[in-house]
């Protein structure tokens, strides 16, 4: 079946620094990339719809410039969290569509990101 | 946006019991899907259930769908410890691949061996 997979699958750290999480599909072409935040406790909320060769487009409230999203090809969008702050502590899981799967999408094992 | 809420927010109950969450919804649909969740970890795909049918089965859950009152039940039979997670429903207003599906806001489920 369809695979995303997601790494980091952790990461911390420190204030001021950026990080970047990678989902790759495995044996599709995902041309639409969902993203998503969850907050601990809470439900999955998007952040943003890549699609591939265009620009992101972004949920209400979610920065562009800190959350820079590049869907560079049909296996591969990046979510690079900018000048990250202990408020941007999350878990951040992609999504993608495939259409051959009976309900069409896929999601990554999700990134545990920690800022101190 | 979220589309809906999910009732209870939290349930604990004994194994062996059933355990029963419903979900809401605010618009018009084309599929509803459950997902399992535990704690820190991905998304499981649980059963999809489409929005001309009214019920669907898959081993010991049982979903319900009433589009009239844009609400959707998961049942869960004969529960296990290991059915400890959080469950969410979700819905797919429109599949073009292009919509992403709405999460509720998830019900918290403990089974007590």
């Known amino acids: 079946g369809a695979v995303v997979s997601q790494h980091p699958s952790w990461v911390i750290c420190k204030s001021g620094t950026s990080v970047k999480i990678e989902c790759r599909s495995l044996?599709?072409?995902?041309?639409?990339m969902f993203w998503y935040r969850q907050f601990p406790k809470q439900s999955l909320m998007l952040m943003a719809t890549?699609?591939?060769?265009?620009?992101?487009?972004?949920e209400q409230g979610v920065e562009k410039d800190k959350f820079l999203i590049n869907h560079a090809s049909l296996t591969l969008s990046t979510l690079t969290v900018t000048s990250a702050h202990p408020e941007d502590s999350s878990f951040y899981i992609c999504?993608?569509?495939?259409?051959?799967?009976?309900?069409?999408?896929?999601f990554g094992s999700g990134t545990r990101l920690t800022v101190v | 946006s979220q589309q809906g809420e999910e009732d209870p927010q939290a349930l604990s109950i004994q194994e062996g019991e059933n355990a029963t969450m419903n979900c809401s919804y605010k618009?018009?649909?084309?599929?509803l899907q459950w997902y399992r969740q535990n704690s820190g970890r991905g998304l499981v795909h649980l059963i999809l259930?489409?929005?001309?049918?009214r019920e669907k089965h898959s081993g010991r859950l049982r979903v319900t769908l009433d589009t009239s009152k844009k609400s959707s039940s998961l049942l869960i039979t004969a529960s296990r410890a290991a059915d400890t997670a959080s469950y969410f429903c979700?819905?797919?207003?429109?599949?073009?691949?292009?919509?992403?599906?709405?999460f509720g806001k998830g019900t918290r489920l403990s089974v007590i061996a």
């Open positions: 999504s993608a569509s495939e259409d051959r799967v009976n309900y069409g999408y896929t």
């Open positions: 044996d599709f072409q995902a041309t639409t």
């Open positions: 890549s699609n591939e060769g265009s620009k992101a487009t972004y």
């Open positions: 618009t018009s649909i084309n599929n």
């Open positions: 259930i489409r929005s001309n049918e």
């Open positions: 979700a819905t797919d207003m429109k599949y073009s691949g292009n919509t992403p599906l709405v």
